[in-house]
């Protein structure tokens, strides 16, 4: 299987871990990701609060590279990207005083034809999760997982197309055929707010803590993610949350392809789990994962 991939600025930067696991688990499952070659910002920062224009062009930019490479699928594994090549995809057609923009701002037509796809969307509809349990050779049996979707992977629903916006199960199905146990929580499908992260750090903090604290009193292990910018956000803020809340999570969040890895049997060190900051390995190594 072939598809364009668009890595998003996290993967090559603070979530290279998620990169590592995507570029093992991938090939495992002869999956070849041709990264875009020139893309830009997907513009999942401010940019469509200030000027919805750009942001449609941001990602018509992107989708067009996908175009011209002969492709008809792009694939991305952060959520915030997802929601901003749909989102773009999704205007195309819709007005045509905006369709003229772009394609001015382009100088070309717009790429109509290119589908977007979560890279938990590909493992699911394309690649399928008999294929997956499959390649297990480590089931994941003794871990209790809470599935994390965060607020942008399913919705807005129109737009994703992916899974039940309040009720998913993409991804306690992947999980749950890797041998794992998936436990039942209510912030599944909650914000955590790392869209906020710099400038309401209280409001990020206090979401944050409500989403741990219930995946903790579900009695989840870990939390689990198919997005860089939740995995950076309630990995790395669970000392200041200690500090501001005085609970003490000590809650991994890992990210859904290093589960994967560790399955088919790669280690942790090679999928990057050791970068991250709330430790995992103790519980992996009851399992006998080292």
């Given at each position: ?48 609060s200030i000027d919805h224009a750009l942001a449609i062009g941001l990602g018509a930019r992107n989708l067009a590279l996908v175009e011209r490479m002969g492709l008809g699928c792009v694939v991305t594994p952060c959520s915030g ?210």
């Open positions: 299987m072939r598809v364009a991939y668009y890595p998003g600025c996290s993967v090559h930067g603070v979530a290279r871990d998620y990169g590592e696991s995507i570029g093992l688990v991938c090939k495992r499952l002869s999956i070849s990701l041709d990264e875009i070659e020139d893309w830009n910002c997907c513009g999942a920062s401010a940019a469509h990207c997802f929601s901003r090549l749909t989102a773009a995809a999704y205007e195309f057609g819709r007005s045509d005083a905006l369709d003229n923009e772009i394609e001015g701002r382009l100088a070309a037509p717009l790429p109509r034809d290119v589908e977007v796809l979560h890279l938990l969307q590909l493992m699911i509809d394309s690649v399928g999760l008999d294929r997956i349990a499959a390649e297990v050779v480590r089931p994941l049996q003794g871990l209790r997982l809470g599935a994390y979707y965060g607020c942008l992977l399913t919705r807005p629903t129109q737009v994703t197309r992916f899974d039940d916006p309040e009720q998913p199960t993409s991804l306690d199905r992947l999980l749950r055929a890797l041998g794992a146990e998936t436990v039942d929580w209510s912030h599944k499908a909650e914000c955590c707010g790392a869209g906020f992260a710099a400038s309401e750090t209280d409001i990020v903090l206090e979401l944050g803590s409500q989403v741990l604290e219930s995946a903790r009193d579900a009695g989840a292990d870990a939390i689990v993610v198919a997005c860089p910018l939740c995995q950076t956000n309630l990995d790395t803020r669970q000392q200041a949350m200690k500090n501001r809340s005085g609970k003490d999570f000590d809650l991994p969040v890992v990210y859904f392809t290093q589960l994967m890895g560790l399955a088919f049997g790669f280690s942790p060190k090679a999928l990057g789990m050791r970068r991250l900051l709330v430790d995992s390995r103790s519980k992996l190594r009851a399992m006998g994962i080292r």
